[in-house]
């Protein structure tokens, strides 16, 4: 008998996780920026126009532009260029090989011997002794246990 079996394959694709890391492929980070700058526009052009109505009541009372003093930095906090996370970001295949098994028939020896059994008589006397047991002997031949 001879068996064979090949490695199987296992593919990881940590793509999707590399991506809700933020450290994706460029194109798409690119993609989903330039998808996401126009409505990060309109954000800000909103707001500006919030900013402009309340320095514009400033005859209401109150300093606006104190109030506003922190909102002048400029930053896109509502950008997010990473991917989506999830517990199931990271793909496993894996594709088992099947065994290779090889079967060639052997064939059985027998060697078999009768003994006829030794039987000696006196009248009158009775004597039992058993000189062997009977048994069986199977001899197997060498096998090749080489990997």
Known sequence: MDIKQPLGTMEIDQSKAWDALGLGKNTEVMLRIYSGARDVWLQGIAKRVEDGNRMWAIHKGGNAIKEMGQDFRVSFPEMNFAGEASY??????????????????????????????????????????????AKVEFTPPQIDTKL
């Open 88 to 133: 199931d970001n990271v793909d496993i295949h894996y594709e088992r090989a099947n065994p290779d098994i090889q079967v060639q028939e052997g064939g059985a020896e027998i060697t078999a011997q009768v003994n006829a059994p030794d039987i000696s008589y006196e009248r009158g006397k009775f004597d039992f002794q058993m000189l062997s047991y």
